[in-house]
């Protein structure tokens, strides 16, 4: 089984920029693509960004495009999201997630997930 913590989130100015991170334990996190989601208040968790096990291949929500910056480095088997020119409406819950199958954008192909951190961004 693999365990998954989130860290890096905080509270920033809009503009600003934070890095995430998704670091593994119990088991490689190598053999998974990797997925960024976010929930917000009286919100549905909604997915933000993916990357597949080798980091070639990425996704991302169009919310995020040009902003938002998935990586990975296997040997220290953790995943980034970079997040720049952040706005207020991407004040969330921050979680990552591994699925075994697919790089998908849907929370039920996602065979395990983090408690999640915080990003407060404020205007």
């Known amino acids: 089984q693999v365990q998954l913590v989130e860290s890096g989130g905080g509270l920033v100015q809009a503009g600003g920029s934070l890095r995430l991170s998704c670091a593994a334990s119990?088991?490689?996190?190598?053999?998974?693509?990797v997925g960024w989601f976010r929930q917000a208040p009286g919100k549905e968790r909604e997915f933000v960004a993916a990357i597949t096990r080798g980091g070639a291949g990425t996704r991302y929500a169009d919310s995020v495009k040009g902003r938002f910056t998935i990586s990975r480095d296997n040997a220290k088997n953790t995943v980034y999201l970079q997040m720049n020119n952040l706005k207020p409406e991407d004040t969330a819950a921050y979680y990552c997630?591994?699925?075994?199958?697919?790089?998908?954008?849907?929370?039920?192909?996602?065979?395990?997930w983090g408690q999640g951190t915080q990003v407060t961004v404020s205007s």
């Open positions: 119990g088991r490689t996190l190598n053999n998974y693509n």
């Open positions: 997630a591994g699925d075994l199958r697919v790089l998908g954008t849907q929370i039920s192909s996602y065979d395990f």
